[in-house]
């Protein structure tokens, strides 16, 4: 076996050391009835047969790379400059454990420091951490984060616009708590104006599910007039060109991070993003990155603030994380070095003239109708027909137009979510166009 | 290893610099918001082989399987075949969503069933949940279902989980992530779970125990099935940390034996690479008990289509979408390329493999548990004054050897847990070994090799109490 080496005849030298007869002898702690079972597993395959059976499964997909592709809702088709995965696939990164031996690992703890800070920069905060598992457990990591800080006050306050699948998540983690969860309508300043003093800390999304910017100046000063935390779950594309939450006074951000030079691999791995004002920094919960030097003085990392985490602490730890998304987040890393201040800059601009052509042409046809609200690269559009149907003919023509919100509200019938990015062209774009036109004939 | 000291991506930075070329926009610009907009983004501006240079550097910088054995316990660092990373990177995958329907996902969700079949098979367990991201949010899956299951029988006093003082961190504070208190289960004089203070500690309040079998000390916890039934009798439940079933596929079954909920590392025993902190899949599979409670949704097959469903009584959801896909794909090739009687050689050679490194080592390095062991061992390097297991893990670098895990578990003083796995060489272990016995030797003739150790890295021992005091955390130009 190619990846199992010792032979036959190795095995007999090494049981000669151990002073065994077999190797089934090291075995007999095991009970014995239980020992060896049939497994039914399907026959083994060779390297060249497991991968045409897995390219025929993958082919099976609907791919994006294809496909005129609207559709995100959390999971986004962006591009990907061919050195992130190039570099990132290198087995020095790909086949490291946790750098919990600093020496021996400065590669990752400082590819962690840099994706801290930049991701920092990023968010408008200084404390990162080393991500969590996606942006939903992130968010809810955050909650709990910002519940714990006040304790007495046991609700928290989320957006009825947040993307449902965290909204479940937030309650599968909260279900087992004293904390209650409130959810607001209209836009995050009012809500934080109404906050009551039960409220441990008001979520706002930067855009909310259906693609709506909120302005949220001032937002940050009437939550912390309420005793509370402001928490912005925000995408990491459109703050290459809005207003960062840490300028706009979050307490805690969190984000999904698979746009930053990930691909949307049927929705995993994905990244959490997590960072919180320093002032936070000690409750914030996940693997921290910090710099450090040697008796000579040289510059080096290591992981830090480890007195929060469950190997140290056990049950006192602020979560039980402990493998995160190492890799994905270094994708992000080399892919926010690689595009840097300018070429986030254009991505985002890309978006939006893109996604606001798209709107627009849209706006057109007869029977659909626009949002009127603020958008970046995602927004509503309300349709003639079930949006279910639309997006049933056109996907099979391979043109993906966005989500349907039945989905998600199945009394929302005819409500289409549709993301436009940079990857789209306007060939695309006017394609959308005429087969939405067509479709609802 | 790249010995140079590598810039930040910032200090490489000059004005008006960008590694990647985007084009201009091909549809007529729309006015920007203009009081929502941000002034500055302060990241780097380099070119692209400036970017490339820079983080191929980087990665020169890190020990790892591809590079060097690296035996460190309880992560079960085995080769990453190769073969998984072409499966998961064929853009049948990468460029799917995850939201594209049913109809149109036919592919990997036929993968995600099989995969489901295959790893409650190797188990011995009903169904499975593909869920959780990693270990940790397994456990957060089975301790969630334990207390469900208890309160849907209206029981709501069972608010305590019983954790063997062996157990790895993250176990009790999965407990105090769904509120439950932890009670610590002493270890026998053979390393095995305490009988009698289990059954003392065993009443109405205690919702189960979380188990690890084998257990952090690499070895097979014999009573297994008479703690399962215990507790069941008590009305409890057990919960299975399944991180160390590298020494066990094909050889034995967890669910066999009463285990009720089990979280797999498919990131340690099903190879795939860690990637320097994850990602990970910790997904879950349970026995009769629990089935119903899983997290959703699941793999399922109607009328020969694949779909998604949530389990009747289920937890809910972890995390958006479907799990850590990539990895599932990942694990999914390596189990299909070893079949039954692979998973079986798997786990008989990575428990040769250990016993056979012990064999060599433990006369110099004492072991507080001395019976044959599993997948690892956990051996002591407190046998020269003055001398710790740190020291011993930094002089294994200079040998050119990852460290093995150090101070852990935490029962056995100064513990070096070593686990080789079953994709090294004999010549490989000797060559451990060798370096084991030599540094033992010069803990006694020349400690100071030691205690300034190690001397072949970019940097030597770094000052974490001075980095935790006052923490720098991010560039501040
Ligand atoms: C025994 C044991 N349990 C649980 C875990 C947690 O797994 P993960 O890191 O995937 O969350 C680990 C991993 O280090 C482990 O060794």
Redesign the pocket.
């Known amino acids: 076996m190619p990846f199992i080496p010792n032979t036959d005849s190795d095995r007999s030298r090494m049981l000669a050391v151990i002073g065994k007869p077999s190797v089934e002898s090291l075995f007999g702690d095991i009970p014995e009835k239980l020992r060896y079972p049939e497994l039914d597993l399907p026959p083994a395959l060779s390297e060249m047969e497991i991968l045409r059976e897995i390219e025929a499964l993958a082919a099976k997909n609907l791919s994006s790379s294809t496909c005129a592709w609207f559709l995100g809702a959390g999971a986004y088709n962006h591009f990907i400059p061919s050195l992130v995965p190039a570099i990132a696939s290198r087995g020095e990164f790909l086949s490291a454990y946790t750098p919990y031996q600093p020496e021996v690992s400065q590669g990752t703890l400082q590819a962690i420091f840099e994706y801290q800070s930049m991701a920092g920069s990023l968010f408008g905060v200084e404390a990162m951490n080393a991500s969590h598992y996606d942006g939903a457990t992130a968010l809810a990591e955050a909650v709990l984060m910002a519940a714990r800080n006040a304790p007495g006050r046991e609700t928290v306050v989320l957006p009825a616009a947040l993307h449902p699948e965290y909204k479940e998540v937030i309650r599968t983690y909260l279900e087992p708590l004293d904390v209650k969860i409130r959810e607001y309508a209209g836009t995050p300043a009012a809500a934080a104006a109404s906050l009551d003093p039960s409220a441990a800390c008001l979520v706002a999304a930067y855009p909310d599910f259906e693609g709506r910017v909120h302005d949220l100046s001032g937002v940050a000063d009437a939550v912390h007039a309420a005793g509370a935390l402001l928490v912005v779950h925000a995408d990491p594309i459109l703050l290459g060109l809005f207003k960062s939450p840490g300028e706009l006074g979050a307490d805690i951000v969190t984000a999904e991070g698979q746009a930053l030079g990930n691909a949307m691999n049927y929705g995993g791995p994905f990244l959490g993003m997590m960072g919180a004002a320093s002032k936070y920094v000690r409750k914030m919960p996940g693997r921290i990155a910090g710099q450090a030097s040697d008796a000579e003085g040289r510059r080096g990392f290591v992981l830090t603030l480890s007195a929060r985490e469950q190997h140290i602490r056990r049950e006192k730890a602020l979560s039980n994380i ?2 995160n998304q190492g890799l994905v987040m270094l994708q992000a890393c080399i892919y926010l070095a690689t595009l840097g201040k300018n070429g986030l800059r254009k991505v985002a601009e890309l978006c939006w003239h893109k996604a606001h052509y798209a709107a627009a042409e849209i706006a057109k046809l007869p029977g659909f109708s626009v949002t009127k609200d603020i958008f970046f690269k995602e927004f509503l559009v309300k349709t003639p027909v079930p949006a279910q149907s639309i997006y049933d003919k056109l996907s099979r023509r391979c043109v993906v137009p966005g989500l349907p919100l039945s989905r998600y509200w199945p009394d929302r019938t005819h409500e289409l979510l549709v993301c436009v990015t940079e990857m789209n062209t306007k060939e695309q774009i006017d394609l959308l166009a005429a087969s939405l036109k067509e479709a609802s004939k | 290893m790249n010995l140079r000291p590598e810039p930040l991506a910032y200090e490489l930075s000059a004005p008006g610099r960008c590694g990647a070329a985007l084009p201009e926009p091909d549809v007529p610009e729309t006015a920007l918001p203009e009081g929502l907009l941000r002034d500055d983004l302060p990241l780097p501006e380099i070119d692209e082989l400036t970017a490339v240079r820079h983080f191929t550097r980087l990665s020169q910088k890190n020990y790892s399987i591809d590079t060097e054995f690296y035996p460190l316990g ?2 079960t660092m085995k080769y990453n075949p190769k073969a998984n990373e072409a499966a998961a990177s064929l853009p049948g995958w990468r460029t799917t969503h995850p939201l594209a329907g049913a109809e149109f996902s036919q592919g990997a969700l036929e993968l995600m069933y099989r995969l489901q079949a295959m790893l409650v098979e190797i188990g011995g367990f009903k169904a499975a949940s593909l869920q959780p991201a ?4 397994g ?1 957060l899956a089975g301790v969630l279902m334990i207390r469900k299951w208890h309160r849907d029988r209206g029981d709501l006093k069972r608010v305590k989980m019983l954790i063997p003082d062996s157990a ?1 961190g ?2 009790p504070a999965t407990c105090s992530m769904v509120g439950f208190e932890t009670v610590t289960i002493p270890s026998d004089a053979d390393g095995g779970v305490d009988l009698a203070a289990l059954a003392a500690a065993l009443d109405d309040t205690v919702a189960g125990i979380m188990i ?1 079998n084998p257990s ?1 000390l690499g070895l097979f916890e014999r009573n297994i099935e008479k703690i399962a039934k215990l507790v069941h009798d008590a009305g409890g439940l057990v919960y299975g ?1 399944g ?2 079933l590298n020494a066990i596929t094909g050889i034995f079954r967890p669910g066999d034996a009463g285990i009720d909920v089990m979280h797999f ?1 498919l ?1 340690k025993t099903f190879s795939t690479p860690h990637g320097g902190g994850g990602p ?1 899949s ?1 997904m879950v599979a349970a026995g009769e008990r629990l089935a119903d409670y899983l997290p959703g949704p699941i793999a399922v097959k109607k009328d020969g289509r694949f779909d998604m469903a949530m389990p009747k009584a289920g937890i809910g959801r972890l995390k958006a979408f479907h799990g850590n896909f990539g990895v599932l794909v990942r694990a999914y090739t390596y189990i299909r390329m070893l079949g039954a009687p692979g998973l079986r050689r798997l786990a008989e050679t990575a428990v040769l493999n250990a016993n056979y490194l012990k064999a060599k080592v433990e006369k110099v390095y004492p072991l507080k548990y001395g019976r044959g062991c599993m997948h690892e061992f956990v051996a002591m390097g407190n046998f020269v004054e003055g001398v710790h297991t740190l020291d011993i893990a930094k002089r294994l670098i200079d040998y050119g050897f990852h460290p093995p895990t150090i101070y852990f578990p935490l029962i056995v003083p100064e513990a070096l847990m070593i686990e080789p796995t079953e994709t090294e060489t004999r010549e490989t272990l000797d060559a451990f070994a060798d370096a084991l016995l030599k540094i033992a030797e010069e803990a006694r003739t020349e400690p100071e090799l030691l205690h300034s150790a190690p001397h072949v890295t970019p940097v030597g021992r770094l000052d974490e109490v001075a980095a935790a005091r006052c923490p720098i955390l991010c560039y501040r130009g």
Do not use: L, R, V, Y
């Not at chain 2, 990693?134 to 949010?137: C, L, Q």
């Open positions: 402990c493998s | 309880s992560c990693a270990g940790a949010h456990e790895h993250t176990n690890t952090t940390d991180a160390n590392n990131h990970g910790g």
